[in-house]
């Protein structure tokens, strides 16, 4: 037979081998990030950032993996580490909501609701009808004390969702501190 056939053969076998690892390799990730993921929710934290960590070791370009990272900093008042992790995610998917999302709860949560808003503003400049978003704004504002403004955002987010129990909450919420205000 003819020495381009073999070549050829050879060639088709050792990519497909190749998509064949490659498939294994992401399959094992996705099953170590699903452990990560309940371990998370079980508490266990250190085996949470383990696993994780583990997985970008792997593949830096894990996105959900780091945001379970970050997410899992933020819960441990590592907020320097929770912020370079989420970063990364949203320096190479600035559209990844879920990166923002965690990004704005950090922020929130180390009282720096002011960078807070302006994650908001950039995420919503990038998907305008995102009822997370709106509902984060308003907890962003509320925290500045901008109540009017704040109620302007959760309306935004109810009429985009107005089945979220958060977002409900929250204006209900918004809505006692006007009553309060009115009658100081």
């Known amino acids: 037979m003819n020495k381009n056939f073999f070549a050829t053969i050879l060639i088709l076998i050792f990519t497909l081998s190749l998509n064949v690892f490659a498939q294994d390799q992401k399959l094992n990730l996705d099953n170590l990030f699903s452990q990560a993921r309940q371990l998370a929710f079980d508490g266990k934290r250190s085996e949470t950032i383990n696993l994780c960590q583990q997985i970008l070791n792997s593949n830096p370009n894990y996105h959900d993996a780091r945001i379970l990272l970050g997410r899992v900093y933020s819960w441990e008042s590592n907020y320097f580490d929770s912020r370079k992790e989420l970063k990364l995610v949203l320096d190479l998917k600035a559209d990844y909501e879920d990166a923002r999302n965690a990004l704005i709860d950090v922020e929130l949560w180390s009282d720096n609701p002011t960078i807070a808003l302006s994650y908001c503003d950039e995420g919503l400049a990038i998907n305008p009808n995102s009822a997370t978003l709106y509902s984060k704004k308003a907890r962003a504002l509320k925290a500045l004390n901008r109540i009017d403004e ?28 006007s009553l309060k205000t009115l009658y100081k």
């Open 150 to 177: 704040a109620k302007t955002a959760i309306n935004e987010s109810l009429k985009l969702d107005n089945t979220s129990t958060d977002a409900i909450l929250l204006s209900e919420e918004l809505k006692n501190l």
